[in-house]
């Protein structure tokens, strides 16, 4: 396996394992059951897309991208901080559609950045980004 795809894997279990945590912090503060539903199908989503990065990288004897219990925190603070007056179910679809436009950014950085042609890693990329597109269109309606 490239350098590259090693970088791009990488990105995409990183992403993923953020919006799973992400997602786990708003769907605790979440009092309608329509919108917990269906951030928890990302959630399962997204811990696809990570458990496939993850495959490749081992499969290529590559190191994965180890938790770091600091951002984390800093994270989930940061999720706190912003909904501690507001829960609202618009505010909280609001924090995930902007968690999923710095994913859609993070990744297309990775994509031109490591121009890979003809690469699982870049079908799995562009597969997560095409996720949080649908992400944000379906979060919109709760606006």
């Known amino acids: 396996m490239k350098p590259e795809e090693i970088k791009l894997y990488r990105a995409i279990q990183k992403n993923a394992e953020e919006s799973i945590k992400a997602i786990d912090t708003i769907g605790d503060k979440s009092y309608e059951d329509d919108f917990s539903m269906q951030i928890t199908r990302q959630s399962l989503k997204y811990g696809d897309i990570r458990n496939r990065a993850m495959a490749y990288l081992l499969s290529a004897k590559a190191e ?10 800093i994270r989930a603070g940061v999720i706190h901080a912003n909904t501690l007056l507001n829960t609202s179910t618009s505010h909280l679809a609001e924090l995930v559609i902007e968690g999923s436009n710095r994913n859609i950014t993070q990744i297309c950085k990775q994509l031109n950045r490591n121009k890979i042609e003809n690469s699982y890693a870049t079908e799995l990329a562009k597969e997560l980004v095409d996720f949080e597109e649908k992400n944000i269109a379906i979060m919109k309606k709760y606006l």
């Open 64 to 73: 994965p991208v180890h938790e770091n219990k600091v951002q984390d925190m």
